[in-house]
């Protein structure tokens, strides 16, 4: 039977013309997987309209979010997301799939616990598989100013709520049987943060979770729809000039990460952002052995086995800005050699490929959220190595923001004035392994 | 990987060198309000295009000097003149 390209039953097309997407279920599986029908797209495509509510530029985990929760929580869905690629190409789709919540300053820890227990329950909300798998999450110390940070962070998250503890060795061999918790490794591990909460999600999932769940609601998702300009009058914003034509609109959200830059430029806003590359690799697939997310600061490597056995790898940002999404031969040693000190067992394995997203990197390793000098131009950027766990509740709070015209509480620490203010909320310790 | 023409010991690979970053022009701290100097430390072009920066070769000679690059194509030459 010929399944050739995408096409729509008569059912399934009266099904999506009121907006509700058909549910997923085991029912449907099984209907589908004997009658060999089509299952209906995720979302469809819309004519540009020129005008709509809201314009949300960049069609990633925190575009699409924040419209799905301004749509779903809000009731505004005359909305656009506009993507110059396709939805997810960005740093929702190069990203290692890591969640976690065990962040050093208290906002930051309330905000991404947020996300994390969003997370939980994303899959029900937006009746997509996202495929959530809680493995628990250790974070390495490997001399005792780390450790000492390592007792810091444990008990700030314990304060707000979230399960961390510092263990020791003889524990993270337990969890871990092949790392290599000796004291004649060059730097021996002397305890770990570990964080039960945390684990992995398929990324890609995720973005296309909240792109149906959008699309149900009415938003219209736009690939291939690039931005050129933004038109703004008297210090707010009137509109944007895309590749397909202008929209007037009286608000738009900068979620372009690594773009973001380019995007706010355009509006007359400057940012202290500058982007950098940040690269990640995959193995072939293997048995599983390694249960747990294992991250090491001083070894500036992170590790996790995805569901099909492949070992995901990742480090800190490229040592100078760039705009390419390249790999590059240096990251694949480095991180050869880092890695291969904590699991010396690891050696024979292939490296299948490597990449690279764009990564806006803020002077605090703190994202930059709410509104800006130009009245309806708002962001959602800064997001750094850190923004694809924030999705969730960076969605909601930009919502809540956008609806409402002022910051939520969970993100008012966040603000684009606090660098003019000096009030930065440092988190690179715990945002990132590049120290 | 991508080489960078140190003035000094000629073309080496980029992995030798520090990025200082966009060259900025630095207020007088002894006269610049709080806000300047604060844009002055935080705030950048971040252009996606023809950079002009500086960069120091750690392992190398040691020296400082100005490049400019294009941020997506990382092909990059010495500024006219600039030591």
């Known amino acids: 039977m010929s399944r050739g390209g995408v096409g729509h039953s008569a059912a399934s097309s009266r099904r ?45 985990v925190h575009g699409l979010a924040t419209a799905y929760y301004l749509a779903a929580n809000h009731g505004i869905r005359d909305i656009a997301v506009l993507d110059k690629g396709y ?71 314990k304060m707000q709520g979230v399960d961390s503890e510092v263990i020791e060795p003889a524990e993270i061999k337990k969890l871990v049987p092949y790392l290599d918790t000796s004291t004649e490794a060059r730097y021996p591990v002397l305890g770990a943060l570990y964080h039960p909460p945390g684990g992995i999600i398929r990324h890609d999932a995720v973005v296309w979770g909240y792109a149906r769940a959008a699309d149900s609601l009415g938003v219209h998702l736009h690939q291939n729809t690039e931005v050129l300009g933004i038109d703004t009058q008297h210090g707010r914003v009137t509109g944007v000039n895309t590749s397909r034509g202008r929209i007037s609109t009286p608000v738009v959200v900068n979620c372009t990460a690594g773009w973001s830059s380019l995007i706010s430029d355009m509006a007359g806003v400057d940012l202290p952002v500058t982007t950098s590359p940040l690269q990640a690799a995959v193995t072939e697939p293997v048995r599983p052995f390694l249960g747990t997310v294992v991250v090491s600061g001083t070894l500036h490597v992170y590790v996790s086995q995805t569901d099909r056995g492949e070992l995901v790898f990742g480090a800190s940002v490229d040592p100078f800005t760039s705009y390419s999404m390249r790999g590059s031969l240096e990251f694949a040693e480095g991180l050869a050699g880092h890695v291969l000190e904590l699991m010396p067992a690891v050696s024979k394995m292939r490296l299948l490929r490597q990449w690279a997203g764009l990564c806006d990197m803020t002077p605090d390793y703190s994202p930059i959220m709410g509104p800006t000098p130009v009245e309806g131009f708002y962001v959602d950027v800064g997001w750094g190595t850190y923004g694809f766990k924030a999705g969730p509740v960076s969605g909601e709070a930009m919502a809540d923001c956008v609806a409402n015209q002022r910051p ?28 | 990987m991508i ?81």
Request: with cysteine; aromatic share 12%; hydrophobic share 35%.
């Open chain 1, 16 to 60: 999506r013309r009121n907006g509700r997407a058909s549910r997923y279920s085991a029912w449907r599986l099984l209907r589908h997987g004997v009658s060999g029908s089509r299952w209906p797209r995720a979302w469809r495509e819309h004519p540009i309209e020129d005008s709509y509510d809201a314009v949300i530029i960049g069609g990633g």
């Open chain 1, 87 to 157: 939805l997810g190409g960005g740093g929702s789709g190069r990203n290692t799939a890591i969640l976690r919540s065990n962040y050093l300053t208290p906002e930051g820890v309330r905000f991404y616990d947020r996300s994390l227990h969003l997370y939980q329950h994303l899959a029900a909300d937006l009746n997509f598989n996202v495929m959530f798998s809680r493995r628990g999450h250790l974070t390495l110390a490997h001399n005792d100013s780390s450790l000492r940070t390592m007792r810091w962070r444990a008990e700030v998250n």
């Open chain 1, 408 to 435: 939520p509480q969970i993100i008012s620490s966040f603000g684009l004035d606090r660098f003019d203010a000096g009030r930065l909320v440092g988190e690179k310790g715990a945002a990132a392994v590049g120290h």
């Open chain 2, 3 to 83: 080489q960078l023409p140190c003035p000094w010991c000629g073309p080496r690979n980029v992995t030798e060198f520090r990025h200082h970053g966009e060259v900025v022009s630095r207020p007088d701290a002894s006269s610049s309000t709080p806000r300047e100097w604060r844009r002055y430390l935080y705030f950048r072009r971040n252009a996606a295009g023809w950079v002009e920066e500086n960069w120091y070769h750690t392992a190398g000679c040691r020296r400082f000097f100005r490049l400019r690059r294009h941020t997506v194509s990382n092909e990059n030459h010495l500024v006219e003149g600039a030591r």
